[in-house]
């Protein structure tokens, strides 16, 4: 399984408008505008996916690795761009600015875009393919989807990409 993303430009860098220098943004002005993604060569078995996009090289600033969006029980290969803020057929878990940006867990489930305060930084999309739809609800936390996934994952692939500060 791999996956693929338009988002990402030939240098291998997100482009501008999944991050701070976009045009769409959320309370406190969190990029909302998100990424699109494709899912190639999954299992045949694979009864839904689960997104995680996050940011290791935030470790240093704040402590944590930076979740920046969590999809889960979505059961289609292809995302288009933006679609976390009209998400109907998908989950979406609460990303760090819950518990950074004071937050309700409504606000922070959805994209939470790019904005590297102290230099450029990687961020990582995960995909993973599972043998279930898992029992979940919008809102829900990184720690409750990993448990969830447990024993499920028949695949992952990973792409990763800079954004510069």
Not at 6 to 21: N, S, T, V
Not at 28 to 43: C, R
Not at 116 to 138: C, G, I
């Amino acid at each position: 399984m791999y996956i693929t993303s338009e988002g990402l430009d030939a240098r291998g860098h997100w482009m501008d408008i999944y991050g701070k220098r976009g045009t769409q943004f959320g309370k406190d002005d969190m990029p909302t505008y998100s990424i699109p993604l494709a899912i190639h060569d999954a299992p045949i078995e694979t009864k839904s996916y689960v997104i995680i996009f996050d940011d290791m090289d935030a470790v240093p600033v704040c402590g944590f690795v930076w979740i920046h969006w969590l999809v889960a029980n979505l059961t289609r290969t292809h995302l288009e761009e933006n679609e976390s803020s009209n998400a109907q057929d998908f989950l979406q878990g609460v990303n760090s600015r819950y518990s950074h940006d004071n937050m309700t867990r409504e606000e922070a489930s959805v994209y939470g875009g790019m904005a590297p305060p102290d230099k450029s930084h990687r961020y990582d999309l995960k995909v993973y393919a599972l043998d279930t739809l898992l029992s979940l609800e919008n809102g829900f936390f990184y720690n409750e989807l990993r448990r969830a996934m447990e024993g499920h994952v028949l695949a992952e692939a990973s792409l990763s990409g800079i954004y510069d500060a």
